[in-house]
């Protein structure tokens, strides 16, 4: 049996000798050998600061690897293995322990200084290729917390979830479809509607799932752990129910963010709507601000008001808020173990029209570090109060970004999200650098199964579909999340999809009735109601 332990700096010498007769195993000559010595050489007084891990194999040490740096951006400096034990799954053993390790440090990514004779060793064990650089991205401490335990069981409860708050659904709940996309292959999803089975092969295809089920009832599942995509009382008990309502409502999450304000964050000021004659001279003196009912989901119950705005008796009784001039739109996401520890997951930008969510890209360099480290502390606050009130699982805080470069946070969403799943899919796709999801994509057309199907196998090999079930809406939509390297090849990639499904209302773009008589066509409105 192999095991792996921490170096100690009294091996420093024996281990540094391993490392030259690991390298010469690949043919090298001594005069190569000899110029690599000291590069290659491991000193006492770096086996510690190097987290230097070694493999030993009946009391014998067979391997040595090294996790270099500071997070959040690491390097396997060394990977050697005695050239008798190369070849008996020594290698990989020490590379799945220094990703952990680079994992428990806090590593995003790890570059691996290879010798060309490894590159197909690290490749196989799933490092990418970039450029001249091998990288890969250990599995984050959150997604060891998500996804812990027996195979979810994913429930897309979206509508049950939305109505405690007295939101009521106006059509099918295509929105659900995003729970499958929430962790790693389930053991089953359950759904509020069926879906047609290409959807099923065309997620299992693109994320190398194989024989996913979905059902409409809890009841017909496959045994398994069930994750909603929010709690009720199905879920949880009275208690937790408290705390998810408490902190859903606009009004105490500003409370708490209040309570909570650091340097970096604003707080808006937020009152009670009052008198709408009063709110109207507001208004007219030239300001904006932003009407919020106390729930609300995606943007809705919030209303961004200025003078001429009609309609303000449907909000008698909403909170008025300052008027944030956003630069962009912030959101931190985070679990909460069922130890009751929070792990943060990343911070993303939101894809905002007005003040309904419409996507979310996520991964490194989207926003400045100073941006994202505030986010996060901020975000990580919420959640120990989230945590000591008894709430485990996922939740997010969203922000917008004000113009003096300081983070306001809107609300706290206490269950899965769109940039949930997001994050789950940079996940389950070997944290490839970024993933954006497109929640509403308009179709040119309304489309069957089969036609559906067709139109979406010319998509582009780095696009899942996400909401397939609204493709036969009066106004059909698809939901999208596109991987990428770059947000050039996101933007290029999310552009020939529009354009694809653009294309498929010009087919139609002609017709005409076949004679007088015929019936009358009217066009039909591309807008929700």
Known sequence: MTTVRAGRPDEAEALSALILRSKAHWGYDRAHLDACREVLRLRADEVTARRTLVAERGGTVVGVATVDGEPPHGTIGLLFVEPDAIGSGVGRLLYRHVLDEAARVGFDEVTIESDPHAVGFYAAMGAWQDGRRLVAYPEPAWSTAWNAGAPMVRVGNVAEFNGQFGARSRGPDHYSCLVAFCGRRPAAI?????????????????????????????????????????????????????????????????????????????????????????????????????????????????????AGTGGLRRWAGSLVEEYVDAVDNPTFDAVVDADGRVHPVGVGVMEVVGTGYRGVTVGPGLLPDHLVAAATAFGLDVGRVLAAEGYRGWYDVDFVTARDGRLAPVEINIRLTGPAAA?????????????????????????????????????????????????????????????????RELDDTEAAVRAANADLGAMFADLTPASRRGPRWRRRSSGTR
Do not use: C
């Open 190 to 306: 359950v759904l509020p509607q069926p879906v047609d089975e290409w959807w099923v092969r065309h997620v299992e295809t693109v994320l190398g799932w194989e024989n996913l089920r979905v059902s409409t009832a809890l009841s017909e599942a496959p045994a398994g752990r069930p994750v909603p995509w929010g709690l009720t009382a199905a879920f949880a008990s009275t208690q937790v129910l408290a705390t998810v309502r408490r902190y859903e409502s606009k009004r105490n999450a500003h409370e708490l963010f209040r309570a909570l304000a650091r340097p970096g964050i604003v707080v808006p000021a937020q009152r009670p709507m009052g008198s709408r004659r009063a709110l109207a001279r507001e208004l007219a003196a030239g300001g904006r601000v932003v009407l919020k009912r106390e729930y609300g989901v995606g943007g809705s119950g919030t209303l961004v008001v200025s």
């Open 423 to 487: 994050f789950n899919l940079r996940d389950v796709l070997d944290r490839r650098p970024l993933v954006r999801t497109v929640d509403w994509m308009p179709l040119g057309a309304r489309l069957p199964p089969a036609a559906l199907r067709d139109h979406v196998a010319r998509f582009p090999g780095n696009v899942v579909v996400t909401i397939p079930t609204a493709a036969f809406d009066p106004a059909p939509y698809l939901g999208v999340a596109i991987s990428g390297r770059t947000r």
